[in-house]
């Protein structure tokens, strides 16, 4: 019964919280900026997001997983 009346009081905070904010005009706000970034903004962006990726990709490959003798798994990291 308590876990019911929280869960009834945290939705009434939330329909609260979401009634304040105009989310079509949030979302036409992002639609907005994207569609007049710059060529040159968008492959900056791209790049960027390309240069995380790769940066991602390289820790994951340094990353090795190592039995030990127990049922402990750790992870061995080769230095950078």
Do not use: C, G
């Not at 876990?3 to 939330?14: G, P, Q, R, V, Y």
């Not at 390309?50 to 030990?68: F, I, N, P, Y």
């Amino acid at each position: 019964e308590y876990a019911k009346k929280l869960h009834e009081e945290i939705n009434k905070d939330h329909e609260e919280f979401n009634k304040d904010i105009d989310w079509d005009a949030a979302m036409n706000h992002e639609i907005i900026k994207s569609i007049n970034e710059t060529p040159a903004q968008k492959a900056a962006k791209r790049r960027k997001l390309s240069e995380k990726a790769q940066e991602a990709e390289d820790l994951k490959k340094r990353l090795e997983v190592v039995d030990d003798e127990d049922d402990d798994v750790f992870i061995e990291a080769t230095p950078l």
